[in-house]
């Protein structure tokens, strides 16, 4: 991995990255399983099988850790099926004081967390458990409280802290710009037998054709939404249609429920309808990408509207599929017999708008450029360009997404790109990226010094002869 390739100058900053890691990628994921470790008492080992009554272990402004809060991060991290046999209670101890003074600070810093945007968060949170465990009373056994009431307010209470935590960060990490001089240095810094070897990647191109959908069948989703707008206005609730009939899958578990505002990625067609409604209001059906869609607007706050919607697809026939099956395999003809590029066919021929204009190149959602490394690619995506050989196009593929929309679609693999030791010309990308995030971790380094020095910190007990990577003792 590159990150253990490349000498980094401290301690510091190694440990500094690993937190820095862990805060991006961390969410609370609620597994149906328990630590099989026990990890209760202070020790530099990480399991042990002693058991201490809890108490509180430290303080960092007006923010306490318990005990139990130590035991809590251990059974989240192993929830989400990482291992924590090389984690001792010290190392978690410094990650628990280091998202206290990120969300201490970020008051300080009076950073923006509204209690509606938390209750909101609290809400998605809360639909997935139950999704996931199969009832709210299991849920509040599983988190050993007492009743509903009081898991959401203990959630609510991790929930904001955790959101405070994050914009404390992102408000640090966002403020750091690297120049290209910088990374050219960053570059020159690392020893030739240290420069990080790039997996083989290769860059892929598709053209898409999409089944055209039959008036008819059109006709049919909105009368149907016709008529689930009839009987929400007669009484029956808006959100158990959502939840029995919506073809979203993002939204159907929670009754078709969004938060958004004129800033929120939604289509341009959906926003504009949800923004002409009035609170109480129901829409009538209309179009986007998705397929058809009603709309109701249960609050307005400000900027904001709490709303519900179900989308329904109108059902592609038999003879659509056949038809946009026989137009993908002609461009792929046409193609074959260098009737046409590859690249102008996408331009012209393609209804994916997202690639047609870039001549069908896809654009990798983790990076943002072409490059897709094969070992994280996506296995749908590997699996239908793995045996490709550059230029060589796919048969037609129907593939199929999660609501059930049906597309053919060919690929060709356009460039691969051999595993390689760091080339500072042809990866200029991916090296400014690991040397933003040097300069990140240093500046959060930085921060961490200053902020602890300003800040009343207690650590009380054995834990009092952890060795912390910050000055938490302040010695």
């Known amino acids: 991995m590159l990150l253990n390739t490349i000498q980094m100058n401290s301690k510091n900053n190694k440990v500094a990255l690993a937190f820095f890691i862990l805060l991006f990628t961390s969410s609370i994921t609620f597994a149906q399983e328990t630590i099989k470790e026990k990890v209760d008492a202070v020790k530099t080992t990480p399991t042990t099988h002693k058991q201490k009554i809890d108490g509180v272990v430290a303080k960092v402004g007006d923010y306490i850790i318990l005990d139990s809060d130590i035991d809590k991060s251990f059974l989240e991290i192993s929830s989400q099926g990482a291992s924590v046999k090389d984690i001792t209670r010290c190392q978690m101890l410094g990650k628990l004081l280091e998202d206290k003074l990120y969300a201490h600070q970020a008051i300080q810093d009076s950073l923006k967390v509204t209690d509606s945007e938390v209750k909101t968060m609290m ?3 809360v639909s997935y458990m139950v999704e996931q465990i199969g009832s709210m009373d299991k849920v509040v056994k599983y988190y050993k409280k007492n009743s509903e009431e009081e898991f959401k307010t203990y959630l609510f209470d991790i929930l904001k802290e955790q959101k405070l935590s994050s914009e404390m960060t992102k408000k640090i990490v966002d403020a750091v ?7 050219r240095n960053f570059f020159k810094s690392i020893p030739v037998a240290d420069l990080p070897v790039f997996g083989a990647e290769m860059e892929v191109a598709q053209i898409v054709v999409t089944p055209k959908v039959s008036e008819a069948e059109k006709q049919k989703v909105i009368d149907k939404l016709n008529e689930f707008k009839k009987d929400i ?24 429920f969004y938060k958004m505002n004129r800033k929120t990625p939604f289509v341009k067609e959906f926003k504009d309808v949800a923004f002409s409604l009035a609170e109480g209001e129901i829409s009538a059906p209309f179009e986007t990408d998705f397929g058809f869609h009603i709309i109701y607007v249960e609050k307005i706050k400000g900027q904001d509207i709490e709303l519900r919607h179900i989308l329904l697809t109108p059902a592609i026939t038999e003879d659509a599929l056949k038809e946009a099956k026989e137009k993908i395999a002609l461009i792929r003809k046409r193609i074959v017999d260098k009737e046409i590029t590859f690249a102008d066919a996408a331009r012209t021929m393609s209804d994916e708008k997202e690639t047609r204009a870039n001549g069908g190149a896809l654009i990798n959602p983790k990076t943002q450029d072409t490059r897709f490394e094969l070992t994280k690619m996506d296995p749908s995506l590997y699996s239908q360009v793995s045996n490709l050989k550059e230029k060589e196009i796919s048969l037609p593929i129907m593939d199929e997404d999660q609501s059930g929309k049906k597309k053919y679609k060919i690929i060709t693999v356009t460039n691969r790109i051999e595993s390689h030791t760091a080339d500072y010309a042809k990866d200029y990308t991916k090296i400014k990226e690991l040397a933003l995030k040097e300069k990140q971790i240093k500046a959060i380094g930085k921060w961490f010094d200053e902020k602890i020095k300003d800040t009343y910190i207690k650590i009380i007990g054995e834990y009092r002869d952890c060795v912390f990577t910050n000055n938490w003792l302040k010695k």
């Not at 710009?177 to 990374?183: D, K, L, Q």
């Not at 808006?238 to 919506?246: D, G, I, N, Q, R």
């Open 123 to 125: 809400e998605e949170r």
């Open 177 to 183: 710009e690297i120049t290209p001089e910088e990374v």
């Open 233 to 256: 206005q007669a009484g029956s609730s808006f959100a158990t249609k959502a939840v029995l009939y919506s073809q979203d899958p993002g939204s159907r578990a929670t009754g078709g």
